[in-house]
């Protein structure tokens, strides 16, 4: 009998060890690390003064394609762990300043089951990708938690079927920038609102010169985009194929895509397609150069505008709002830019997301490169970080830049189709046969349609 009680009392003697030590340091996979779950409040017995909980140290592995110091990441880390010093930041470069590749990299470090905890993707068709193989966290619950309502934080919808599989990084807002100087000289004013028969009579208008030197009214670049310069100026359907799902290809704004570029080919006000394939020209060149008046182009060119990118212009650069299909229809354009996830399978969630969490507020707000989707930040304060530099006075119209942040309306973010490549190909590919003379206007567009309805149609279950 004194056995079994003597081994009854070792029992109950490790069990009370067992429990006391799941109490103090054990935590559930879904418990908050940054901190202890009772909000604040002190269980301290009364005279005893409170012990603070030890915060578990996690370090987060960061995948991406950006110079740490060039992108100014190296001081973002280095705040971040200040106001967060349980959570470490390692810096996992996928390929450098070269987002397709990291993709590749970040799908690899997947299969193979590296650590992961979170990523930056370059676009909404990687996004959407990555969402679709279940390699992206659902943030809902992790908003809900903290008391986020996504639509009063961000700009930027990056919700997929109702889930937010990513936080808005960086975001890219589109417009004209101008050559002022050259502007001056033409006697044009910079434009408040305008439409794209405007934009293409300005273009004829800074047109002068012959030969090598010529000077050119505008640029387009190969990108997709400019096959399809007024959809992208739509609130909503501003792709190829609407929010519902179905074709977007057979409505006027579609053909008067082409009909941009058909026009300024023909004027001669536009370098030709040729020169830009033949040459492999580049946007920034064309235009830090001079030989292109205006450009379309996003909001990561504001900062280089400035006087800090890698060419720097001896003119003034003004911005004029992004071109609408026709005279009074609402100033918008089509948002894009980064999208900051957490994967799925990483064993710190919560703290990833907390990272994630801040990175798409404060962190691009201190990183000063980019405008910002975050609701909550001083635009006037995002237009001094941009353009500041020691030539920014004479090489940027500031009052022109806050014109078109202020007048622009945001679209809806249009979230691809997992075969979103195959249609962009098809679009620029008759577009192409179109600009090299293989094909008329009407030609291109029908085929352009032809082959958006039938992949449409062959990925339609």
């Known amino acids: ?67 740490d110091k060039i992108e100014k990441f190296d001081m973002l880390f280095a705040e971040f762990e200040k106001q967060y010093p349980n959570i470490k930041i390692e810096s996992v470069v996928g390929v450098l300043n070269d987002a397709n590749e990291t993709m590749k990299k970040i799908d690899l470090a997947a299969a193979s089951g590296e650590e992961i905890d979170v990523m930056i993707l370059n676009s909404p068709t990687s996004y959407a990708q990555r969402a679709a193989l279940g390699l992206l966290e659902p943030l809902n619950d992790y908003l809900s938690k903290e008391g986020v309502n996504y639509n009063d934080e961000y700009i930027s919808d990056t919700s997929i079927d109702g889930k937010y599989y990513a936080l808005p990084g960086k975001l890219n807002q589109y417009f004209v920038m101008l050559n002022k100087d050259q502007l001056d000289a033409a006697g044009l004013p910079v434009p408040k609102q305008w439409t794209w028969d405007e934009y293409l009579d300005y273009a004829k208008k800074l047109t002068k010169g012959e030969g090598a030197t010529k ?33 977007n290809v057979e409505n006027e704004l579609f053909r008067q895509g082409f009909a941009i570029r058909d026009r300024a080919q023909k004027e001669g ?3 030709p397609y040729e020169d830009t394939i033949s040459q492999k020209l580049h946007y920034r060149n064309v235009f830090m150069s001079g030989q292109a008046s205006m450009i379309e182009i996003g909001s990561w060119m504001i900062p280089e505008a400035a006087g800090n990118g890698p060419i720097k212009q001896t003119f003034k650069t003004a911005f004029a709002p992004y071109p609408t299909a026709k005279a009074g229809d609402p100033i918008a354009s089509k ?31 201190l990183q000063g490169k980019y405008l910002s989707a975050s609701k909550k930040i001083d635009k006037n304060k995002v237009i001094d970080a941009l353009t500041a530099g020691p030539d920014a006075e004479k090489l940027v119209d500031k009052e022109s830049l806050a014109h078109v942040l202020n007048v622009t309306q945001p679209a809806k973010l249009y979230i691809s189709v997992p075969y979103q490549g195959e249609l ?38």
């Not at 779950?37 to 991406?64: C, I, M, R, W």
């Open 269 to 271: 006000s536009a370098i």
């Open 1 to 67: 009998m004194k056995k079994r009680v003597m081994v009854l009392g070792l029992v109950l003697l490790l069990l009370t060890a067992v429990i006391s030590a799941c109490g103090s340091n054990g935590k559930s996979e879904g418990e908050n690390t940054q901190g202890g779950s009772d909000g604040g409040k002190s269980n301290a017995v009364a005279g005893e003064q409170p012990k603070e909980e030890a915060k578990e140290q996690v370090t987060l592995k960061f995948y991406h394609w950006y110079d």
């Open 215 to 247: 000077q050119y009214g505008t640029y387009f670049h190969t990108w997709v985009d400019y096959a399809m310069l007024p959809l992208m100026g739509q609130i909503d359907n501003n792709n190829l194929i609407k929010s519902d799902g179905t074709p």
């Open 335 to 365: 948002t894009d830019g980064d999208f900051i996830a957490v994967y799925s399978k990483s064993k710190n969630k919560e703290a990833a997301y907390t990272f994630a969490k801040w990175l798409s507020t404060e962190g691009i707000a």
């Open 424 to 461: 962009d190909k098809v679009v620029t590919t008759e577009l192409e046969k179109m600009l090299l003379g293989d094909q008329d206007l009407d030609a291109a567009v029908a085929n352009a349609r032809k082959g958006v309805l039938d992949l449409i149609k062959a990925n339609t279950k």
